[in-house]
């Protein structure tokens, strides 16, 4: 079908339009860029890496927890936020917020030492409260949601006047949004094409996010905790994935090796003693005589995960976050010898 080029002003719809206005969102700031991201910000750093906007939403339970008045927590980031869970009763949220979780593949570790608790948000209440109004969007009405992250993501691209732009939708929490499915008009692909400066088709039937921007310099990247079946699921969109170490999980160390033994490179958390010192291979075994031995790689040097290897060790300095415990089992502790991690043994060379 022919698209017309000849728009020049911005249309947004409707219902993204309501969305919007009901979350206070808007469409600059519904993903975050590198001037607010001290994570993607790094990347800025490398010629050859492509800036990166990232989507924040709120882990695990913590919607939950954060519209709870009697939630008693200490810590600001963890506290009940009077103005989410206001939103929450006015489009009657309740419900749908029951069997909610943003984080399904997490263990006990993660969810207690959660970046997410770390940095501005225990410094200024107003972090957690605008990942709060996305997650509750997000929830609420996520073919709208979906659609609006178009928006985001062209507004940004579009600032790259032409260059590449990566893109990371689970910044902080493990959303299915890479598989939900929205339909956009012909009038809409038109105007978001010409206002944007993008090369989205037209179909007729509702399509991914990914495949949606097909035609553009928009390169996807994110990590995962999930089983094996899941990760191949993200890499048939186009995605490229890098699992996580779960350390703490009963099948920590037979997940770890399925995702290298795949081709899946792996993110994995260590309380490094020196910043920047960390051992050059890894050993990881499981209980069924399972042995996998990669390269390591410095992972907190850059966030753009694509520019690594496959079957390689990503290692990130443990952080320890407000109300973590930087020596949990999650995280790998910075030493020679076999470490007992589920369901078998990991070990650092150094």
């Given at each position: 079908m022919y698209l017309n080029s000849s728009y020049r002003r911005l249309d947004t719809p409707n219902d993204i339009k309501k969305l919007f206005n009901d979350y206070s969102l808007s469409i600059s700031g519904l993903m975050t860029g590198a001037a607010s991201n001290a994570k993607i910000s790094k990347n800025l750093k490398f010629d050859n890496i492509p800036p990166a906007v990232i989507l924040h939403h709120l882990p695990d339970k913590q919607i939950s927890a954060v519209i709870n008045k009697d939630n008693a927590a200490d810590t600001i980031n963890r506290q009940y936020i009077a103005k989410l869970a206001d939103l929450s009763k006015k489009f009657n949220l309740e419900s749908k917020l029951n069997n909610y979780s943003g984080c399904r593949w997490s263990s006990i570790g993660c969810r207690q030492s959660c970046l997410v608790y770390s940095g501005r948000s225990n410094i200024f209440k107003a972090v957690q409260y605008a990942r709060g109004r996305r997650t509750l969007a997000a929830i609420d009405r996520p073919a709208a949601y979906v659609r609006g992250l178009i928006y985001s993501i062209a507004h940004h691209y579009k600032k790259q006047a032409g260059g590449a732009l990566s893109v990371r939708l689970k910044?902080?929490?493990?959303?299915?949004?890479?598989?939900?499915?929205?339909?956009?008009?012909?009038?809409?692909?038109?105007?978001?094409?010409?206002?944007?400066?993008?090369?989205?088709?037209?179909?007729d039937k509702p399509r991914v996010i990914t495949e949606i921007f097909k035609n553009d310099s928009i390169i996807w990247y994110e990590y995962s905790k999930a089983p094996i079946s899941y990760l191949k699921r993200l890499t048939a969109l186009n995605i490229d994935v890098t699992a996580s170490l779960v350390a703490d999980r009963i099948s920590g160390a037979a997940d770890?090796?399925?995702?290298?033994?795949?081709?899946?490179?792996?993110?994995?958390?260590?309380?490094?003693?020196?910043?920047?010192?960390?051992?050059?291979?890894?050993?990881?075994?499981?209980?069924?005589?399972?042995?996998?031995?990669?390269?390591?790689?410095?992972g907190d040097l850059f966030d753009y995960r694509p520019a690594n290897k496959k079957q390689c060790a990503v290692i990130l300095k443990a952080k320890k976050s407000v109300g973590g415990d930087i020596l949990s089992a999650f995280f790998i502790a910075d030493k020679i010898g076999r470490q007992s991690i589920?369901?078998?043994?990991?070990?650092?060379?150094?």
């Open positions: 910044g902080t929490d493990e959303n299915n949004l890479h598989f939900k499915k929205v339909l956009l008009s012909v009038n809409e692909i038109n105007n978001i094409n010409s206002y944007y400066g993008l090369n989205i088709n037209y179909s770890a090796i399925t995702a290298v033994k795949s081709g899946y490179r792996l993110a994995v958390p260590i309380a490094l003693n020196k910043a920047g010192y960390i051992p050059r291979r890894l050993i990881i075994s499981d209980n069924n005589g399972r042995r996998v031995s990669i390269k390591c790689f410095n589920g369901g078998g043994f990991i070990e650092l060379i150094y």
